[in-house]
C-alpha cells in the first residue's frame, strides 16, 4: 500500500470514527430527552419512594464526594451520588461500595433510569457479592453526572 492509499484509508476510518460518535450522541440526547427507555417495547418505569437514611461524605482522590444514602429497600441500596464530575462520580461509586461493603467483588453492573420519589433519575445498577456470599445490588442516583456527561458531549460536538 503505498503513501496516499494508506491516507485515504486513515481517512475513512475517521469518517467511521466520527459516524459512531455522532450516533452514539444522537442516543444519549434521546435518552435524556424521552421517557423510560429501559426495554425494548418501553414499559413501566420502576417507581421507589424512599426518605433519606442518611448522608455522607467519602475522599474520592483527594476530593470529598457527597452521597445521599436512602432508607433500606428489598430490592437493594439506593445511593444518590452528589458530585457533577463525570469520572469523579464513577470512581465514588466503588470508593462508596468499597467503604460500605468491605471485601465484596461488583459482579454486575447495568445502566437504567427509575423514577425516585417521583423524579426521573439515571441510575446505576452494581450487583456485588459481599466475603460472606451474600449477593446485594447498589442502585446509584448519577443524575448529576449523566448531565455532566451530556454537556460535555453537546460541547465537543459543536
Wanted: net charge negative; aromatic share 8%; charged share 30%.
Amino acid at each position: 500500500m503505498d503513501r496516499e492509499e494508506a491516507l485515504m484509508m486513515a481517512a475513512l476510518t475517521m469518517l467511521r470514527i466520527k459516524r459512531i460518535e455522532q450516533k452514539a450522541l444522537r442516543r444519549l440526547i434521546k435518552l435524556r430527552n424521552n421517557s423510560y427507555t429501559g426495554n425494548k417495547g418501553g414499559g413501566k418505569m420502576p417507581e421507589k419512594n424512599l426518605a433519606i437514611a442518611k448522608e455522607t461524605s467519602l475522599n474520592v482522590h483527594g476530593r470529598m464526594v457527597n452521597f445521599i444514602e436512602y432508607e433500606s429497600d428489598p430490592e437493594g441500596d439506593f445511593v444518590k451520588v452528589c458530585t457533577d464530575d463525570h469520572q469523579l462520580g464513577v470512581d465514588a461509586e466503588y470508593v462508596w461500595f468499597r467503604d460500605k461493603y468491605a471485601n465484596s467483588v461488583r459482579t454486575f453492573r447495568m445502566f437504567t433510569k427509575i423514577c425516585l420519589n417521583g423524579q426521573v433519575v439515571d441510575c446505576d445498577i452494581l450487583t456485588i457479592k459481599t466475603e460472606y456470599g451474600e449477593t446485594i445490588t447498589v442502585h446509584f442516583d448519577i443524575s448529576q453526572l449523566m448531565e455532566d456527561l451530556h454537556n460535555t458531549a453537546i460541547e465537543s460536538a459543536v
